[in-house]
Every structure is written in C-alpha cells, then in structure tokens.
C-alpha cells in the first residue's frame, strides 16, 4: 500500500489552501489504496499565540516545538512512497527540511496555489519579517521530483526551476458548497466573494485598481 506524507502549516480545517488543495482528496486515496499520515505544525492552542502580538516566549516554544517535529517527519521519511509538502515544511526562509526529504528515498511533491515568492508577513510578527526568505520558494520547486502549481502564472513562476510541473486548478466539492437559495442579486455593483488567510487578502487587494478599471 503507497504511503503519502502530507507536510503542511496547519492543522486540519484551519487553512483554506490546504482544505481545497489537499485536505478534501483525503477520504478518496484512503477509498483507492493510499495509506498517508498528515503532520502539520500549529495546533489550535498554538494558533493562538503565533498570531497574536507579542508573547515572543511562548512563540518561542512553539518554534521549538515545530522544529522537533519536522526533525521527526525526516526520521521517519523513509517509511514513506511520497512526500506531499504544501507551501513550506517550515515558517523561516530556510529550505532545510525539504533539503532533507529530497534526499530521501520518497518522492517529492511540492504544491503551491498563490505567489508566496513576495515577502509577506503577518501583521503580529512584523518584527520577524527577516527570518523569511522570498527565494526559499524557487529552492524547494528546484529540489521537488514534481510541482502542482494553482494555474498558469504560477506554473510559469516554477517552470524557471523545474521541468516536472503540472496545473492543477483549486476546486470545491460541489456535494459540500451548494448555491444559497436566499440570494440576493444587485444590479448595481459586482460582489466578490473571498476565501483566504489575512495575508493572502492583501495579495486581493493589489488587484482591486485593476477590478475597478
């Protein structure tokens, strides 16, 4: 039975990139003979304290602690057929951990669905702005065996550091997200609806000149 190790930030239900990019394919590889373990770094009780202002302490820990667990997803890498990593193994702009799964004997799938290449932090750890490292991006697409990029300007963004990549759009479960019957419709003005984290509405908002022209 194949084994898939799903490397990702948060913990189930929690980010909307993994819900839709991974999270909802779960129960149909298990259904098709695919065995996986998903080990993902933020608790519910470390969300908490990661984004919120201060508490560099706790913060800490929790970096420690997220640390000690991607140590032990590279022990334990050889027990697995593919590594599925989303986004980043790791929230510094070090590509350590990933250096270490390609040199194992799984295979490598990176997948991204946004420009996360741009310099972007959260608002509550402004301060730790230069442990991130925009380039980490193009390293960890170099060291992947393939690439799923969210669509084409992403594809063209990875296709610069590797030739194995492949588009795969972002999709809901049409049993799950059904159309509202209490619509209302406004003739007047465009209404768009937005799924993402706080960072990646900033990305939403550096289009809205564009939207309004």
């Given at each position: 039975m194949p084994r898939i190790l799903f490397v990702a930030s948060h913990r189930p239900d929690r980010s909307p990139a993994q819900r839709f990019r991974f999270e909802q394919y779960l129960s149909f590889l298990k259904e098709n003979g695919y065995a996986y373990d998903f080990s993902y770094l933020i608790t519910e009780e470390d969300d908490k304290i990661f984004y919120s202002p201060g508490n560099l302490h706790n913060k800490l820990f929790v970096f420690f602690k997220s640390a000690f667990r991607r140590f032990r997803d590279v022990l334990?890498?050889?027990?697995?057929?593919?590594?599925?990593?989303?986004?980043?193994?790791?929230?510094?702009?070090?590509?350590?951990?990933?250096?270490?799964?390609?040199?194992?004997?799984?295979?490598?799938v990176f997948d991204f669905d946004d420009a996360i290449w741009y310099h972007d932090v959260s608002d509550a750890n402004k301060k730790f702005g230069w442990l991130k490292d925009p380039a980490k991006t193009g390293k960890i697409i170099g060291l992947s065996d393939l690439v799923i990029a969210g669509n084409q300007y992403l594809s063209d963004?990875?296709?610069?550091?590797?030739?194995?990549?492949?588009?795969?759009?972002?999709?809901?479960?049409?049993?799950?997200?059904?159309?509202?019957?209490?619509?209302?419709?406004?003739?007047?003005?465009?209404?768009?609806?937005?799924?993402?984290?706080?960072?990646?509405i900033r990305h939403f908002e550096l289009a809205l000149p564009f939207l309004k022209n």
């Open positions: 334990n890498a050889g027990y697995y057929d593919i590594i599925f990593i989303q986004r980043e193994a790791f929230m510094t702009g070090s590509s350590f951990f990933e250096k270490r799964f390609a040199s194992s004997n799984a295979k490598v963004y990875a296709s610069g550091f590797n030739k194995n990549v492949i588009i795969i759009p972002t999709t809901i479960d049409t049993d799950d997200y059904k159309p509202a019957n209490n619509v209302v419709h406004h003739k007047d003005k465009i209404v768009i609806g937005w799924s993402g984290s706080i960072t990646t």
